[in-house]
């Protein structure tokens, strides 16, 4: 079968066999998406704790804009958050190294946990 009847077959949504789906993935390559540290958590989560929700975001083909949706809410999140720690008297820098670098860690574990609780883990 040649690739112009393949195609046709494809799009008039025949049946196709193991054959000709193999032929079909060599014609089309398939469209890559490459997620942030959030997206793939989210994704992680989605096909192990969120099966229904997965499936329904793969079926109507929103799985890569709702994942794409996370990586940016996180990282809005994540400037608003640091932003307002960073105001706090309790996570103020005093110039004194270890301790900076310690409330450097402090925000990033609090900042971490919100977006976690708040954008990855929801159902």
């Known amino acids: 079968m040649n690739k112009k009847e393949l195609m046709k077959k494809v799009n008039a949504n025949e049946?196709?066999?193991?054959?000709?789906?193999?032929?079909?993935?060599?014609?089309?390559?398939?469209?890559?998406?490459?997620?942030?540290?959030?997206?793939?958590?989210?994704?992680?989560?989605?096909?192990?704790?969120?099966?229904?929700?997965?499936?329904?975001l793969i079926s109507k083909g929103e799985l890569p804009t709702y994942l794409h949706n996370v990586d940016k809410?996180?990282?809005?999140?994540?400037?608003?958050?640091?932003?307002?720690?960073?105001?706090?008297?309790?996570?103020?820098?005093t110039g004194e190294y270890v301790h900076d670098l310690q409330v450097e860690t402090e925000k990033q574990r609090i900042i971490e946990e919100e977006i976690l609780n708040k954008i990855v883990y929801v159902e």
């Open 73 to 93: 809410q996180a990282d809005r999140l994540y400037i608003i958050m640091y932003n307002k720690l960073s105001n706090s008297p309790k996570l103020s820098k």
């Open 15 to 56: 049946g196709l066999t193991v054959e000709e789906i193999i032929e079909y993935q060599k014609i089309v390559k398939p469209i890559k998406h490459v997620y942030g540290k959030y997206g793939n958590l989210a994704l992680e989560y989605l096909k192990e704790h969120s099966v229904g929700k997965y499936w329904t």
